[in-house]
């Protein structure tokens, strides 16, 4: 504990990933911190919805990078498995195309096989592909990631600048120079679309997110990525953290270009230091103008990652042909990209992705019964009607049954759907954007918001619209690199 932050007060904004992280390495540190949270639970875009016996996360399902959630875990003596228990997945995910189904298995000798089996000798290449992938994961991981995007110079290492062309190559065309079928192709841009922006928009340096598919595998954690949220919100109770949901912030107060709390309900909450986890742009608008650092200009020329359409469905019986996760790659993928990114509108004939829990974890669903996630990427800021929605369910759900070969549509118990005005409505979201701002070239690191506002002293920002970017294991380093920042400056 550092003595010089004794009793220091700071207030936490929001309790999603990042705000859980910051909160408890301050707290570690000696900070007295208080959490304020708008919505019932905390959790933020990792919320959980409970119906009928069917357990749903309503955001993020793919657990990858368990490395790093170690190492969250780890910086408090602690272990992931003393919050919950994981699963690898065997086999990860499926994916399926108009005329085939690629099966990613859990050890690259088997994903190397199901390459071959598409491609006679593309396995050697793949190899190739993945080593040089896990070079940029040591890289990425272990030096730049853990640097707050404070000047352009943290990305000058010894190992980045001997990879300097890897940032102005995409990842799109390293893929092709390598692999010609173009359902490998698809495979293996599908990793990076978890940065927010077109493979061909995205620095062939996050290659390591291939590695962080194939070489570290997909994981579960028992009961549903909620269970972190609800390790990590234990964690931060034990370290002295308070948390308060339900509740709101409308005002960041400043007086003399520096923070002196926020106003709740019309009443002010002092403190030395606020931070944010809320989406930036309205932590922003929670300032008066003239203490904030980017105009709606701004904003509004930024590539946002995609906004999605959700499906939380309950089916009455086991379905069939199905894994954990599926992805459905079997229209044009070229053209929903240029539908969310180049012209924004709904999709022609979208891709999707479906997550069925049950598969692997009992727990999530009555006996007999399974429990269904779709989703359908889409433009941030589209119009958002009842109509628009069940017009793309009934679209999804008769792909789902052509390419799984079943009849789903009269075992659907109950179905509830989220989209861009519930994004906007429940977590503040700019455009209604489900995971943030894009990791493009001109969007990276020291490129992208700031950690520290630049107007008012002891006002900071973390999540998944600043440092490092977009994802869970990024939003865990967020609140990391954050609070050692304030540390720094307190
Ligand atoms: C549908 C979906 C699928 C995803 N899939 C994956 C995945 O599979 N794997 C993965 O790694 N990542 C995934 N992600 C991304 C990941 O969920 C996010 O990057 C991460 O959860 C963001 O955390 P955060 O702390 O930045 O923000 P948030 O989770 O958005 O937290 C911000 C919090 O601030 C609160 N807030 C807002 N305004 C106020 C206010 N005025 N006062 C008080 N509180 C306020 C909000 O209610 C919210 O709780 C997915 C996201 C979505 C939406």
């Known amino acids: 504990m550092k003595l010089h932050a004794m009793g220091k007060k700071v207030i936490v904004i929001g309790s999603g990933f990042s705000s859980l992280s910051a909160a408890c390495y301050l707290a570690k ?13 905390v959790g933020g875009r990792a919320a959980r919805l409970i119906k009928e016996g069917f357990t749903f996360d309503m955001g993020p399902s793919w657990y990858w990078m368990p490395d790093i959630f170690d190492k969250f875990f780890a910086d408090f003596g602690k272990r992931t498995s003393d919050y919950y228990l994981l699963d690898k997945l065997s086999p990860a995910y499926k994916i399926f195309f108009s005329d085939d189904v ?23 290449q793949l190899r190739k592909f993945i080593a040089k992938a896990q070079r940029n994961y040591d890289i990425a991981i272990n030096k730049v990631v853990l640097r707050p995007g404070l000047s352009p110079l943290e990305l000058v290492t010894k190992e980045t600048v001997m990879e300097v062309d890897q940032f102005f190559r995409t990842i799109s065309s390293e893929v092709r120079k390598n692999f010609k079928n173009p359902k490998l192709i698809s495979t293996l841009e599908f990793p990076v679309l978890f940065l927010g922006a077109k493979p061909s928009k995205t620095p062939s340096f996050y290659s390591f997110m291939n590695f962080a598919d194939f070489g570290l595998g997909t994981w579960h954690p028992k009961g549903g990525m909620y269970e972190i949220i609800a390790g990590m919100k234990s964690l931060a109770e034990e370290l002295g953290v308070t948390i308060h949901t339900n509740t709101a912030v409308d005002k960041i107060l400043v007086e003399d270009r520096k923070t002196t709390g926020v106003s709740i309900n019309g009443e002010d909450h002092l403190a030395e230091i606020v931070l944010s986890g809320a989406d930036y742009r309205h932590s922003e608008r929670l300032l008066d103008s003239e203490h904030r650092q980017y105009s709606e200009t701004y904003w509004d020329k930024k590539t946002f990652a995609p906004s999605s359409l959700l499906f939380y469905v309950g089916f009455d019986k086991k ?20 539908e969310i990114y180049d012209a924004p509108q709904w999709p022609t004939d979208p891709l999707f992705y479906a997550n069925f829990p ?12 399974e429990t269904g996630f779709f989703l359908v990427p889409i433009a941030p800021g589209l ?50 954007n489900a995971y943030g701002m894009a990791n493009t070239l001109a969007q990276t690191a020291f490129l992208r918001p700031n950690l520290k506002s630049k107007k008012v002293k002891n006002l900071f920002f973390t999540g998944q619209l600043t440092v490092p970017g977009p994802g869970v294991p990024p939003s865990l380093i967020s609140g990391k690199l954050v609070s050692e920042l304030i540390v720094k400056a307190n």
């Open 29 to 41: 540190d000696g900070y007295d911190v208080t959490v304020y949270e708008k919505n019932e639970a």
């Open 102 to 124: 690629i099966t990613i298995g859990d050890t690259m000798d088997k994903i190397c096989a199901e390459f071959e089996r598409i491609e006679p000798g593309s396995s050697a």
């Open 319 to 338: 379905l069939t042909n199905i894994e954990h996760h599926n992805l459905f790659f079997d229209t044009d993928f070229e053209l929903h990209a240029q």
């Open 358 to 369: 049950s598969v692997t974890d009992g727990s999530m669903a009555p006996k007999g019964c």
């Open 383 to 432: 119009a958002d009607t009842p109509q628009l929605r069940d017009q793309y369910f009934d679209i999804i759900m008769n792909r789902f049954e052509l390419r799984t070969g079943q009849k789903v549509i009269k075992n659907i118990i109950f179905k509830e759907s989220f989209c861009v005005n519930d994004f906007i409505d429940r977590y503040n979201s700019y455009k209604g």
